[in-house]
């Protein structure tokens, strides 16, 4: 074990930013990735709220990060992280594929995973009619008509996107009240398009090969309404993932990693949170970044305190 290696589990902004800034401090960024470099950017049709970018397509940022890991050359291993186990002695053993590998220093920026959604009949239309990504997907509907199963910022941000390439965005919303910033539910409602169903819920869908109706049910009257669409979009909110961390007293009880919003550490020493994954009032890629800059800061700070002590 090298005692200026950190881990950083996910490579998402968080961790990309985590990983420049503990490279351009002279310490050795070990960063691993499951997917892509960029994270949940890369399945965001548009990123209007990041300063400095005009209304970024999110992939483009995605693949941004990675050229900026290549000009600090900073190689990420492609491989999940299975397992962090807490040694004895302080420092962390990661599990990775059939190898494992002890850092002195932790930082976890592994995000968030999808709800899952369950709906009768959508056992046969995954991947045939129904999605979670609308700027993979979203092109296979052009012309036609979809739902949008969800009422928070991304919901209406990815059903603005659908409304510029779909026949009709009808978006299904279990409460009269949104979770969403008002100029993104006015955007949507400004398209001609577009169609709001509140309060109501989606309760089955069907079709021969693909998906070809979704019937809603009024959450105040149970009346019922069967929706002639070809696509189907959910986007009900992700959930913490925390199954791989071998360490007890680090999450709150909804999953959530708890760290100090001064210096993103957690209660076990060297062992840092930051971005989505975080117990934080914010899941932007703002924060995402900023948490990243923290934590790495006041990793080379702990690092070169080590360093006089000896
Ligand atoms: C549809 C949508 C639209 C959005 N729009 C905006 C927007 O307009 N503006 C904005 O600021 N934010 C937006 N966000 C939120 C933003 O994308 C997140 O806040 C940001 O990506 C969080 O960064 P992160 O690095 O914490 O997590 P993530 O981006 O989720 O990255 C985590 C990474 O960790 C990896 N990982 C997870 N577990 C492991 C493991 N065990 N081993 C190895 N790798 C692992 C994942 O593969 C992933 O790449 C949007 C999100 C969504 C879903």
Redesign the pocket.
Known sequence: MKDNEVAI????????SAAIYIKRYGMEPVL??????????N????????PGYLGMK?PILGEQLGEQLKQFDIKPIY????SVFLNDDGTFTLS?GREERTFKYVIL?????ERPYHLKGEESFNRKGISRC?ICDGPFYRGKDVVMIGSG??AF??ANYLCTICRSVSLIARHEEFHAQEDVVSKFRSFPNAKIYAPYEAVSCSGNTSLESVTIRNGKTGEEKELSVQGMFV?IG?MP?TG?LQIPGVANEQGFLKADPSSMKTAIPNLYA????RDTPL??????VG??SLAATKIHYDYLKSKKGK
């Open positions: 589990v996910g490579g998402g902004p968080a961790g990309v691993f990735e499951k997917d892509l470099i960029g994270g949940k950017t399945y965001t049709e548009k990123i209007e709220n990041y999110g491989s999940e992280v299975q990775y920026a592994n995000g968030l995973s609308a910022n991304a941000e990815e986007y992700a993932v791989f930051i971005g989505d994954c899941r932007q890629v703002t924060m995402a948490d990243g």
